[in-house]
């Protein structure tokens, strides 16, 4: 069944050659150029990909313009139903498209499980949200000087088109959290899926058309981000942008779209702080789980830690004793490997590996961890870290956890603050009381007290400050954010 379902986005060869979505056919790009995808495991051959032209994405933009009108237009209860139906198929095609995530981008079982299952609970969500999604009526009489006989019908409109720009971590689930919300709210949407990624995300399409957005209202353009992204969000057909990725690249693309409306969620570089009455071994779990879970490759995830030196020392031990029992380095398809599999490709292992290096010939110490082998980058603590070296001060997307002493929280909050980055930050103590005045103090977008930094639960507003993010996400949150307000304002007759 799945072959049959899934048959038309490529030749079925071995290995298969991917084909585009143009918004009504799956089709080869005229280019006649093609990128190879490798999985991290083991660098073997996984697929090739289409590098669409600049014509092709002319012909998709016209197309998602031309169409959108009719879907914003088609009754809320059927995009309802057709959102619903592809939470089905993701559900029912699971166990294809685990293995599928696995190969490709390299996360364990449970992790690659976990991102599925999520996606089609979110698409259920984001359906079932929609529905409560209403506009306003305002009543001119509220603001001195005006009398009564102006009303403002305010509705919630559709952009237009979108476009939505998905990472390599979480290829299904973040691409859909793009996808779903703007389709709901009646946009069409142009997709361009990560290189490291797009088999996946060409599935997740294909689901989308299975289960009845209509033809031309969502494509999917495939090719490297040199090759036509910068093409795609400057592209004057462009309404409204969605991106996740890093922090270099969302800046870019920025001064690209011009003024379009952005939703960006860029790279983290997430502290946690250790005050001297916390709970050490919750600590301990949720620094490991926050630091390590899929290899580091997440931008929620734990980069370096805050203490005094006196609950640094303290700390240490149960951290490295934790690692040893908690993580498992291998391959992710193995029962026995625990939260680090291989980074995505052999290049970015190169690169963590370098920076670990430089940091050590600055002054830090390895306490484990520290060596790589191919695309395997082993979980590292470095410890006497200062923050201006690169470890800390660019987001490293790898299995490695800093450790920094402080002689003062209100040190610990100068540093965090002045960090380019501002995704999330964790504060673990006991006195939730302090946690909370902490929390107020740190120039980020979330506060975890007494847990890692994570994006759910997916209706929880998820947001970044500074260089981390523009505009806010989360079921509602992104559901407004896919579609802006429409005042029409009714006069008495004169």
């Known amino acids: 069944m799945p072959d049959e ?32 995808v490798h999985s991290p495991i083991d660098q073997s051959v996984l697929g090739t990909i289409q590098v669409v032209t600049t014509a092709e994405i002319d012909a998709v933009m016209e197309s998602a313009k031309t169409f959108q009108s009719a879907w914003e237009a088609m009754p809320l209860y059927q995009r309802v139903k057709i959102m ?26 449970d992790e690659a499980k976990g991102e599925i299952m999520r996606t089609a609970d979110l698409t259920d969500y984001f359906a079932d949200e929609a529905q409560s999604i209403r506009g306003e009526t305002m009543e001119s009489d509220n603001f001195p000087g005006f009398e009564k006989g102006k009303i403002a019908l305010i509705e919630r409109v559709a952009y237009g088109t979108v476009v939505a720009i998905a990472p390599f971590n979480y290829p299904v689930n973040l691409s859909a959290s793009k996808i779903v919300p703007a389709l709901l709210m009646g946009n069409s949407v142009v997709f361009k899926p990560p290189t490291q990624g797009t088999i996946s995300g060409l599935h997740l399409v294909k689901i989308f058309q299975k289960a009845g957005v209509p033809a031309g209202v969502l494509s999917c353009v495939t090719g490297g981000g040199g090759e036509i992204g910068d093409y795609l969000v400057s592209h004057p057909k462009a309404d409204i942008i969605t ?19 952005l939703v960006f969620e860029c790279g983290g570089n997430n502290p946690a702080v250790i005050f001297p009455d916390a709970d050490m071994s919750l600590t301990v779990r949720e620094i490991i789980k926050g630091g390590f879970s899929y290899a580091g490759q997440r931008c929620t995830a734990i980069k370096y830690v ?36 291989p980074v995505i490709s052999e ?45 800390v001060a660019t987001e490293v997307f790898g299995p490695v956890i800093s450790f920094i002493a402080v002689k003062s929280m209100d040190e610990a909050v100068t540093m965090i603050n002045e960090s380019r980055f501002g995704l999330q930050a964790s504060v673990f103590t006991k006195d939730e009381g302090t946690g909370i005045a902490f929390a107020r103090q740190l120039n980020v977008g979330t506060v975890q007290i007494n847990g890692s930094p994570q994006r759910g639960p997916d209706h929880f507003p998820f947001l970044g400050v500074k260089h981390s993010g523009i505009g806010v996400q989360g079921v509602r949150y992104s559901l407004e954010a896919m579609s802006r307000l429409r005042p029409i304002i009714l006069n008495k007759p004169a």
């Open 243 to 261: 991106f996740t990725g890093s922090s270099d690249t969302g800046a870019a693309i920025a001064q690209k779209g011009g003024m379009k409306p």
């Open 347 to 391: 290049q970015a292992a190169e690169h963590i590996e370098q920076i670990i290096n430089e940091a050590v010939s600055e002054g830090a110490a390895i306490v484990t961890g520290g060596k790589r082998n191919a695309a395997y980058i082993e979980p590292t603590i470095l410890t006497n870290v200062k923050p201006t070296m690169k470890i």
């Open 84 to 109: 619903h139906l592809a939470a089905d198929w993701i559900r029912h095609f699971a166990d294809y498209l685990i293995p599928l995530l696995m190969r490709e981008i390299g996360k364990i079982t």
């Open 5 to 36: 379902f899934f048959a038309d986005i490529s030749d079925q060869k071995t290995p298969p050659t991917y084909r585009f979505f143009n918004g009504k056919e799956w089709v080869v790009s005229t280019s006649g150029k093609t990128t190879e």
């Open 306 to 341: 805050l203490a005094t030196q006196g609950v640094l020392d303290q700390l240490m031990p149960e951290i490295v004793k934790e690692i040893a029992q908690a993580v498992h380095m291998g391959d992710p398809r193995s029962p026995e490997t625990k939260l680090v599999g």
